[in-house]
């Protein structure tokens, strides 16, 4: 079973800057994106990015803050934030997605301060 582990999740000050990775357990490609959900809300796109790293998607919200990358090599994406808000405050999970399914981790919660 391909196993989704989302970490680097904390607690930071507005405009502060955290990254989180998620890891993948299944040797193959997927199509990684990160999506996030805050208390009493829908969860919502954040960014992706496909599985030779050609095409990525921001969030309108995220755009020039925060950026996705991914090594192949280690089966790992990450997500660096930078000039965070409190409004990105929420839960953060990892989508891994091949031609036949799509994988979730259990979240990493990201706090940011005001």
């Known amino acids: 079973q391909v196993r989704v582990v989302e970490s680097g999740g904390g607690l930071v000050q507005t405009g502060g800057s955290l990254r989180l990775s998620c890891a993948v357990s299944?040797?193959?490609?997927?199509?990684m994106g990160w999506y996030r959900q805050a208390p009493g809300k829908e969860r919502e796109f954040v960014a992706a990015?496909?599985?030779?790293?050609?095409?990525?998607d921001y969030a309108d919200s995220v755009k020039g803050r925060f950026t996705i990358s991914r090594d192949n090599a280690k089966n790992t994406v990450y997500l660096q934030m930078n000039s965070l808000k409190p409004e990105d405050t929420a839960t953060y999970y990892c989508?891994?997605?091949?031609?036949?399914?799509?994988?979730w981790g259990q979240g990493t919660q990201v706090t940011v301060s005001s």
């Open positions: 299944a040797d193959d490609t997927y199509d």
């Open positions: 990015i496909t599985w030779n790293g050609r095409s990525i």
């Open positions: 989508n891994a997605s091949d031609w036949y399914d799509d994988y």
